[in-house]
Structure formats: C-alpha cells, structure tokens
C-alpha cells in the first residue's frame, strides 16, 4: 500500500520535531555561554532571540504539517503557498550546509552521523514539500 500524499506530510512534519533535538544541542556544543562571553551584551541576547524565532518557526511548521496534513495535500492555492514555503525554507537550511564549516564541532561519531542525518532530513524535507507545492 502507498502511502497518501497526507500521510507523507504528517511524518515530514513529525521530522521537525526531531530536528528540535540537535537545535537543542547548539548552545552546548558550540559552548556559547563561553564563546560568545567577549561580545557585548545585545549581541548575546540577538543570538538568543534569532535561535529562539528558528525554533518557534520549526515547531509552528512541524505543528501546521502534523495537524493539518489532509488540507496540505488538498491542492489548495494555501496548501500549495504554505508547502512552497516549507520548502524554500528547508532548501535554504539545506544550501547552508555547504558553507557552513562544523567539522571542528563534530568530534565524535554520533555528531558526525547526526550532522548526516540532518543533511538527510533537509533534503528530505526540501523534496517532500516542494513536490506537494508542485504536484498537489
């Protein structure tokens, strides 16, 4: 049995709350509270407000996917606009990933293989999206 359009969009949105966890290791890996110590005190509060909008982003799409998945798949110029958002949004994150240097930051084999599986999951999330925008 395939799976419907809606059901692909659920577990994609379910995706985003998975990318919540390694969202949550940022600070501590990256060791902000020490590194970002030297900046004055706005800037500090700026990296906490810009990752608190990504998270509150991520958890508001994974929300919109989750409870909503059925009118997504609908076709609907919303659904299509909201999906085409999505999309751009992941594939923006995505197209990150080849100018962003971790690899000082992935010390250890499950960073590393997390860092992969988010590659994964962008792309996934870029795909799936933008073949709803497209295709619904």
């Not at 049995?1 to 600070?27: E, K, N, Q």
């Not at 900046?39 to 508001?60: D, E, K, M, N, T």
């Not at 930051?105 to 925008?133: C, I, M």
């Amino acid at each position: 049995m395939r799976p419907t359009i809606a059901t692909i969009l659920f577990i994609a949105g379910l995706m985003h709350f998975g990318i919540l966890i390694a969202s949550a290791l940022v600070p501590l890996r990256l060791n902000w509270k020490r590194d970002l110590a030297a900046l004055p005190r706005l800037h500090r509060q700026l990296f906490w407000v810009y990752g608190g909008y990504i998270v509150l982003s991520i958890v508001a799409l994974g929300t919109i996917s989750v409870l909503n998945a059925e009118t997504l798949a609908s076709g609907s110029l919303l659904a299509r606009s909201v999906c085409a958002y999505i999309a751009v949004f992941w594939g923006i994150r995505l197209s990150l990933q080849t100018v962003l240097d971790a690899r000082p930051f992935l010390t250890t084999w499950w960073l590393k293989a997390g860092y992969h599986t988010l590659t994964l999951v962008f792309a996934s999330l870029t795909v799936v999206y933008g073949a709803a925008a497209i295709f619904s």
